[in-house]
Nanobody
């Protein structure tokens, strides 16, 4: 069973930056598709960025050029660098692990961007 734990969220002013981390235990991030999703109050959970085992990266249009996903194989972790943050980026950010039919989520970390 894989366990994920996100960290790095917080309160930041518009235009600021944060770096989110997702540490995995019980499974290797190198063999999975790792994703970052976010969910704002009253809205569905949407994909923000993902990286496959072959290092193919995908971003939501709304974050292209501002967010960067990366992976540290030695640390068995995935990161999301958030730059030029906007109030509409406010949400709970979740890390996701997919390997074949297996999928799991972390508990999430809150990102709040003030205007």
């Amino acid at each position: 069973q894989v366990h994920l734990l996100e960290s790095g969220g917080g309160l930041v002013q518009a235009g600021g930056s944060l770096r989110l981390s997702c540490a995995a235990a019980g499974g290797r991030v190198t063999v999975a598709t790792m994703g970052w999703y976010r969910q704002a109050p009253g809205k569905q959970r949407d994909l923000v960025a993902s990286i496959t085992r072959d290092s193919n990266i995908n971003y939501a249009d709304s974050v292209k050029g501002r967010f960067t996903i990366s992976r540290d194989n030695a640390a068995n972790s995935v990161y999301l660098q958030l730059n030029d943050l906007k109030p509409e980026d406010t949400a709970v950010y979740y890390c996701n692990y997919v390997f074949g039919e297996y999928k799991c989520w972390g508990p999430g970390t809150q990102v709040t961007v003030s205007s």
